[in-house]
């Protein structure tokens, strides 16, 4: 069975810092890897894929991901923060024979001056 | 044009009541999906429509949800006598073709059940 686990359902970082949320997945086949971005009260905004392509994936944003099968990871990664990233992250996973999203508990990003 | 809308933006009832949420999706997207997002259980996958084909209802949580895709277009989600556990935000998406494709998702409709 799929499933997806975020380490760390809080992360605050200075402005200018690196922002790294990580993400776990479990699969037994290979597996499409998203990050989703949720402001508050909206829908959920597609940041990055990953569909067995390049490895590192750009995003928008300056936002970035990279598929490290042998960790079963996909973090998401920005050199540096800005205010207008705090907002919650959430991983999802599917695989090609499943038509839904398996997505993570999310990570709430707090970016302070 | 847009993305996906749904409405209404929120909605709140009274328990043991029904309620239906509407979703437009994007124009010429085949797929629809309806999530729902909980305090208690985070995102979770409800149904799933594409084209023609017998929809994937694995995710509806009980009998009392059901859903409908009118044309290929336009889908509602319904919930009969609602339980307070039934507070939530639905989430819309959908995408061109299905599996491949990336889902877009629409605002949500934030309900509340009293």
């Known amino acids: 069975a799929q499933s997806v686990t975020q380490l760390g359902s809080h992360v605050s970082v200075s402005e200018g810092a690196l922002v790294l949320l990580r993400c776990n997945y479990s699969?037994?086949?290979?597996?499409?890897l998203f990050w989703y971005v949720q402001y508050p009260n909206q829908g959920l905004q597609l940041l990055l894929k990953y569909t067995s392509a390049a490895t590192l994936v750009k995003g928008i944003n300056g936002f970035e991901a990279e598929f490290k099968k042998s960790e079963t990871s996909f973090h998401l990664t920005k050199p540096s923060a800005h205010m207008s990233d705090a907002a919650e992250y959430f991983c999802a996973v599917r695989t090609g024979g499943y038509n839904k999203l398996i997505f993570g508990a999310g990570t709430r990003l707090a970016v302070h001056p | 044009g847009a993305g996906v809308s749904q409405s209404p933006s929120n909605k709140v009832t009274e328990k043991g009541k029904d309620v239906e949420l509407r979703c437009d999706p994007i124009?010429?997207?085949?797929?629809l999906y309806w999530y729902r997002q909980s305090l208690g259980q985070g995102l979770e996958f409800l149904i799933y429509?594409?084209?023609?084909?017998?929809?994937?209802k694995s995710g509806l949580p009980s009998d009392r949800f059901s859903a409908e895709r009118t044309g290929g277009s336009v889908s509602t989600l319904t919930i009969q006598r609602t339980q307070q556990e039934d507070s939530a935000v639905y989430l819309c998406a959908s995408s061109a073709r299905g599996v491949s494709d990336t889902q877009y998702f629409g605002p949500g409709t934030r309900l509340t059940v009293l």
């Open positions: 699969s037994s086949v290979p597996p499409y």
């Open positions: 429509f594409q084209g023609n084909s017998a929809p994937d």
């Open positions: 124009s010429g997207h085949t797929a």
